[in-house]
Structure formats: structure tokens, C-alpha cells
């Protein structure tokens, strides 16, 4: 038979793995690659209806949504969504520039990125999905513009050296949805 779809987690903590060529049959991957942290070459059948590779992360085609990363830690311009566990397991990040055209970081986007010390939230995020940003451990320090409009719950969960957010309209924090449960 024909491989379609890669489940979550079908690969999590494959840490050997450096290379992953995905053919045309495959059209569902979300969350299947999390903690490849020494992959260093994707490629994808040009045929792919769903997926293609730009600047070496995998991405979908018809909402720009970075499915997952590279080991660089890269956001390839244009993306609207880091998809659920883009970044998961990623070891080496210590700070992120996320792209201002991102509208929504997705569930487990940054999970268990231990490394992670700081990130700006671009002007234009609205929403921040469940665990987002779960086990950062070294996360100090986090700026919320005034676009979010969710916050999702355990979106900073174990975040236990998370001692600054700076928040950048107090009006636009209060209005916040914390009770998000996607």
C-alpha cells in the first residue's frame, strides 16, 4: 500500500535521523516529527499536492503554515501559522524572531525547547494555542502585543523561570481570552 499519513509523535525522539524525503502519496503529518533535533535535509516530492519545503522546513501549501523546521530554527517569510510541534524538542534555540505576517502559534509549537531564553510575539499574533511554549524551561522572558486575543490554557505551562511579560497595551490584556481551550 500507499503511505498517506504520518500519525503525531510517529517519530518523535528519532534523534539520528538527518535526512526525511516525504513523497506525493503523503497528505497528513502534523505533529509527526517532533525532537528530530539533527535533521538537516527535507525534501518532498514535487508532486506533493499538500506540502512543499522552503529554505529546508516543511510547509503547507494552501495555508502557510510551517509544519515543522529546520534544525537552524528557521521561519520562512510569509508563514501565517507555526504548526503543532514546528519547533518541539528543539534544543539549540535560545531566541526566535517570528515573522510579523504569523497570525497563530499552534499547540506544542516551541514544547520542550529548553534552551529558549526570550521571544517577541510579532504585532500581528492573535492566538496562542494549547502548550504552546510547554517545558521552555529557560524562558525568561516573553512580550504580548496588543493583537492576541487568546491565550489558550497551559500555553506557558512549566515555564518555571518565566519572570517577565511585558505587555504592550493594557486595555488589549484585559480583553484577552484565557479560557481558550483549543
Known amino acids: 500500500g500507499t503511505v498517506t499519513t504520518i500519525m503525531p509523535g510517529a517519530f518523535s525522539g528519532c534523534n539520528l535521523i538527518t535526512k526525511l524525503n516525504i513523497p506525493a502519496s503523503v497528505t497528513e503529518l502534523?505533529?509527526?516529527?517532533?525532537?528530530?533535533?539533527?535533521?538537516?535535509t527535507i525534501t518532498i516530492d514535487?508532486?506533493?499536492?499538500?506540502?512543499?519545503v522552503v529554505e529546508n522546513?516543511?510547509?503547507?501549501?494552501?495555508?502557510?503554515?510551517?509544519?515543522?523546521?529546520n534544525s537552524n530554527a528557521?521561519?520562512?517569510?510569509?508563514?501565517?501559522?507555526?504548526?503543532?510541534?514546528?519547533?518541539?524538542?528543539?534544543?539549540?534555540?535560545?531566541?526566535?524572531?517570528?515573522?510579523e505576517t504569523v497570525t497563530t502559534i499552534g499547540a506544542r509549537a516551541f514544547a520542550?525547547?529548553?534552551?529558549?531564553?526570550?521571544?517577541?510575539?510579532?504585532?500581528?499574533l492573535v492566538t496562542i494555542e494549547k502548550e504552546a511554549f510547554l517545558?521552555?524551561?529557560?524562558?525568561?522572558?516573553?512580550?504580548?502585543?496588543?493583537s492576541v486575543k487568546s491565550i489558550s490554557k497551559r500555553a506557558f505551562l512549566q515555564c518555571d523561570?518565566?519572570?517577565?511579560?511585558?505587555?504592550?497595551?493594557?486595555?488589549?490584556?484585559?480583553?484577552?481570552?484565557?479560557?481558550?481551550?483549543s
Do not use: Q
Open 74 to 99: 528557521f521561519i520562512p517569510e510569509g508563514t501565517v501559522i507555526i504548526g503543532e510541534g514546528a519547533f518541539a524538542g528543539n534544543i539549540n534555540i535560545t531566541s526566535i524572531v517570528i515573522p
Open 161 to 181: 523561570n518565566l519572570t517577565a511579560i511585558h505587555i504592550t497595551d493594557l486595555e488589549a490584556w484585559c480583553n484577552i481570552d484565557f479560557e481558550a481551550s
Open 135 to 146: 517545558n521552555c524551561s529557560n524562558l525568561t522572558n516573553v512580550t504580548i502585543g496588543n
Open 112 to 124: 520542550d525547547c529548553i534552551a529558549l531564553e526570550k521571544i517577541t510575539l510579532p504585532k500581528g
Open 57 to 69: 522546513c516543511i510547509m503547507e501549501k494552501k495555508t502557510n503554515t510551517l509544519v515543522l523546521s
Open 46 to 52: 514535487e508532486n506533493n499536492p499538500r506540502y512543499m
Open 30 to 40: 502534523t505533529g509527526a516529527f517532533e525532537g528530530l533535533k539533527n535533521l538537516s
